[in-house]
C-alpha cells in the first residue's frame, strides 16, 4: 500500500500549481550526500513516520459484495495507517524554494479527501476515500529538529503531509449463499408418521397474511341485530 500512496502523491505534486513545469519528485532521504548529488529543481517527499490511527479502528466483519449486489465474502476492516511525509523544496536560491513550497500549499490544501476512484491498485479497490493533511499540527513524538539531525542536514523550511491509508486486514471468508426463501415449519401427524397427503410448508408470512384476511371477513359480517 504505500508505494500506492507513493504513486498518488508524485502524480498531485507534479500536477496542480506545478503542471508543466518539469519539476522533480523525489522520495529519498534528503541528506547531504543527496543534497551534494542533485542538479535540478527537486520537491522532496520524505517518508519519516508510520503508525496505526487507532481511532479508526474497527471491529466486526465488512461484506464483501460482487457485481450484484450479493455477498460473497465476509473480511476484517482495514487498519488505519497514517504516513507522515516531510515536504521540501531544493532549488538554488531559498525564494524560488518558497515558490515551490506555496505551490505545493495550493495543490494540496483543496485536497483534503482522495476518493477511492483516484487511487490505485489494491488501495483502490478497498472503495475507501483516503484523508489527507497538509501543514497541520505535528502529533508524532519526534520533532522535525530531530529528524533533520537524524539526515546529517540543517534546519530547512518543510510542509508536514499526512495520508491516512486503509491496509487489508486478513483473514476473509467466503459467505455461505444467499437466503431466498423464508422460514418454513413442516407439520406431521400426532404419532410421529407422516399424514396421508404429503407434508405442508407453512411459512410465517403465508399464516400472517391469512389470518389477515380472516379478520377482515369477519370485520365485514353484519352484528347481531
Same mark, same amino acid.
Given at each position: 500500500?504505500?508505494?500506492?500512496?507513493? @504513486?498518488?502523491?508524485?502524480?498531485?505534486?507534479?500536477?496542480?500549481?506545478?503542471?508543466?513545469? /518539469?519539476?522533480?519528485?523525489?522520495?529519498?532521504?534528503? #541528506?547531504?550526500?543527496?543534497?551534494?548529488?542533485?542538479?535540478?529543481?527537486?520537491?522532496?517527499?520524505?517518508?519519516?513516520?508510520?503508525?496505526?490511527?487507532?481511532?479508526?479502528?474497527?471491529? /466486526?466483519?465488512?461484506?464483501?459484495?460482487?457485481?450484484?449486489?450479493?455477498?460473497?465474502?465476509?473480511?476484517?476492516?482495514?487498519?488505519?495507517?497514517?504516513?507522515?511525509?516531510?515536504? #521540501?523544496?531544493?532549488?538554488? +536560491?531559498?525564494?524560488?524554494?518558497?515558490?515551490?513550497? =506555496?505551490?505545493?500549499?495550493?495543490?494540496?490544501?483543496?485536497? @483534503?479527501?482522495?476518493?477511492?476512484?483516484?487511487?490505485?491498485?489494491?488501495?483502490?479497490?478497498?472503495?475507501?476515500?483516503?484523508?489527507? +493533511?497538509?501543514?497541520? =499540527?505535528? #502529533?508524532? =513524538?519526534? =520533532?522535525?529538529? @530531530?529528524?533533520?539531525?537524524?539526515?546529517?542536514?540543517?534546519?530547512?523550511?518543510?510542509?508536514?503531509?499526512?495520508? #491516512?491509508?486503509?491496509?487489508?486486514?486478513?483473514?476473509?471468508?467466503?459467505?455461505?449463499?444467499?437466503? +431466498?426463501?423464508?422460514?418454513?415449519?413442516?407439520?406431521?401427524?400426532?404419532?410421529?408418521?407422516?399424514? @396421508?397427503s404429503a407434508e405442508r410448508a407453512h411459512r410465517p408470512h403465508q399464516v400472517a397474511a391469512a389470518r389477515a384476511a380472516r379478520a377482515e371477513a369477519a370485520?365485514?359480517?353484519? /352484528?347481531?341485530?
Amino acid at each position: 500500500m504505500i508505494h500506492e500512496v507513493d @504513486e498518488v502523491l508524485k502524480s498531485l505534486l507534479g500536477g496542480g500549481a506545478l503542471t508543466g513545469s /518539469g519539476i522533480e519528485v523525489s522520495f529519498e532521504a534528503p #541528506t547531504r550526500d543527496w543534497a551534494a548529488r542533485r542538479n535540478a529543481p527537486v520537491v522532496n517527499a520524505y517518508l519519516y513516520d508510520i503508525r496505526e490511527d487507532v481511532a479508526r479502528r474497527q471491529r /466486526g466483519q465488512m461484506a464483501v459484495r460482487d457485481e450484484r449486489d450479493v455477498v460473497v465474502r465476509r473480511r476484517q476492516p482495514p487498519r488505519w495507517f497514517r504516513l507522515s511525509y516531510l515536504v #521540501t523544496a531544493w532549488t538554488k +536560491t531559498p525564494q524560488d524554494e518558497h515558490r515551490l513550497l =506555496s505551490a505545493v500549499l495550493a495543490t494540496m490544501l483543496p485536497r @483534503e479527501l482522495l476518493a477511492a476512484d483516484e487511487l490505485p491498485g489494491s488501495l483502490g479497490a478497498l472503495g475507501l476515500a483516503v484523508p489527507v +493533511t497538509v501543514a497541520g =499540527s505535528q #502529533t508524532e =513524538s519526534r =520533532s522535525l529538529a @530531530e529528524i533533520w539531525s537524524a539526515l546529517g542536514g540543517e534546519l530547512k523550511p518543510s510542509l508536514d503531509l499526512v495520508v #491516512t491509508a486503509p491496509f487489508p486486514a486478513f483473514p476473509e471468508y467466503d459467505a455461505g449463499p444467499p437466503v +431466498t426463501e423464508g422460514a418454513a415449519v413442516r407439520v406431521r401427524g400426532l404419532d410421529g408418521d407422516p399424514p @396421508e397427503s404429503a407434508e405442508r410448508a407453512h411459512r410465517p408470512h403465508q399464516v400472517a397474511a391469512a389470518r389477515a384476511a380472516r379478520a377482515e371477513a369477519a370485520a365485514r359480517r353484519p /352484528g347481531p341485530r
